[in-house]
């Protein structure tokens, strides 16, 4: 595995590295944003990236932007904010997983290794049942050749659902997922963005199916 450590902070990026040297992963660094796309460019086998948010020249926000138009590589947001407001823009503009300083080095690298392992559990970089699509590379749906528009979670959880198919999930299991593991919401949350995910659906929105009592399961027919 490769890691790239975007942080302006010369000690954090050491105990990152630290450790991961000692999980004998790959490791490269940047000092900011702007020096982190340029090595993401003439880098394709970077498998995970640990990004700060506060930086000089572009900040971490900025970077997860750019980043997003050039590559899917998974991003852990790491930052001192740990306001709510910041957690749910990060996941909104694509992020993996968001951590808040200060931070457990071995649960970061397990966080790193969670967020890999989801990402190679998918084989192909297509999913297709009858006229539906999901482009992973793409990260767009389509229903007969027409592209369906979802929000950032609605992507994520239809991709989570695809690839546990005909596994219940609870919306526990949901909520830590996809919105991470320190969001601080309830059911209802769960509940509203399966119906508009349904509702985008349309003919197949039955293959998203309710568990009660539990949560919800993607089955084909």
Same mark, same amino acid.
């Given at each position: ?9 010369a ?12 999980? =004998? ?9 702007? +020096?982190?796309l =340029? ?6 086998d970077?498998d ?6 506060? *930086?000089?020249?572009?900040d971490?926000?900025?970077t997860? $932007?750019?980043?997003?138009?050039? +590559?899917?590589?998974?991003?852990? *947001?790491?930052?001192?904010r ?5 957690k749910?823009?990060s996941?909104?503009l ?11 080095? $071995? ?9 890999? +392992? ?7 970089? $297509? ?21 369906i528009k979802?929000?950032? $979670? ?9 690839? #546990?198919?005909?596994i ?7 909520? +830590? ?6 969001f ?9 963005h399966?119906? *508009?995910?349904?509702? #985008? ?21």
């Amino acid at each position: 595995m490769k890691v790239l450590i975007v942080d302006d902070e010369a000690g954090i990026r050491d105990v990152i590295k630290e450790y991961c040297l000692f999980e =004998n992963f790959g490791v490269l660094e940047a000092d900011d944003g702007a +020096s982190a796309l =340029n090595t993401i460019k003439n880098n394709h086998d970077i498998d995970i990236i640990v990004l700060d948010i506060m *930086m000089p020249k572009m900040d971490g926000y900025t970077t997860l $932007k750019e980043l997003r138009k050039i +590559s899917t590589t998974p991003v852990i *947001m790491l930052s001192a904010r740990s306001e709510e407001y910041n957690k749910l823009l990060s996941f909104e503009l694509g992020v993996d997983d968001y951590v808040t300083k200060p931070f457990s080095p $071995k649960e970061l690298i397990a966080r790193i290794k969670a967020v890999v +392992s989801r990402g190679n559990n998918t084989n192909t970089d $297509k999913y297709v049942y009858k006229t539906l699509e999901i482009d992973y590379l793409g990260h767009k749906v389509t229903v007969d050749s027409n592209e369906i528009k979802l929000t950032p $979670k609605e992507y994520e959880l239809l991709v989570l659902f695809v690839q #546990n198919k005909s596994i219940a999930l609870s919306r526990e299991t949901l909520l +830590s997922k996809v919105w991470g593991y320190d969001f601080f919401g309830d059911d209802r949350t769960i509940d509203t963005h399966i119906k *508009m995910l349904r509702n #985008n659906l349309g003919e197949y929105r039955d293959l998203i199916k309710t568990v009660r009592g539990l949560g919800y399961k993607y089955e084909e027919e």
